[in-house]
């Protein structure tokens, strides 16, 4: 079993950046989480959960929603067991609750079902 916590969220003003880390803790018997491929995911009231970034287990494939390319970078710390999401130029409709998750299993990242473990999401919110 694999827990994800979330942090960082907040309240950013147009235009502002926040960094979102999410660590992870906990048994997993068959693998650490080293192997594990990582995803950032965002819902919105009344809206549908919606992939936003994904990071392969070694840090060298990433890929993007296309309305945050640019704008967001993921990036990974093994040794620390913590994935980042560093947000820049962040515009209102970025307001949502983000989400880390863990996969065991890589079939290209931007599908929840891929993704074995959740964390319970950080708050964020654009506005002025």
């Known amino acids: 079993q694999v827990q994800l916590v979330e942090s960082g969220g907040g309240l950013v003003q147009p235009g502002g950046s926040l960094r979102l880390t999410c660590t992870a803790s906990?048994?997993?018997?068959?693998?650490?989480?080293?192997?594990?491929?990582m995803g950032w995911f965002r819902q919105a009231p009344g809206k549908e959960r919606e992939f936003i970034a994904t990071?392969?287990?070694?840090?060298?494939?990433?890929y993007y929603r296309d309305s945050v390319k640019g704008r967001f970078t993921i990036s990974r710390d093994n040794a620390k067991n913590t994935v980042y999401l560093q947000m820049n130029s962040q515009k209102p409709e970025d307001t949502a609750v983000y989400s880390c998750a863990a996969g065991r299993i890589y079939y290209g990242g931007a599908d929840p079902s891929e993704y074995d473990y959740w964390g319970q999401g950080t708050q964020v919110t654009v506005s002025s």
């Open positions: 990071i392969k287990w070694n840090g060298g494939n990433t």
């Open positions: 906990g048994r997993t018997s068959e693998r650490t989480f080293s192997t594990y491929h």
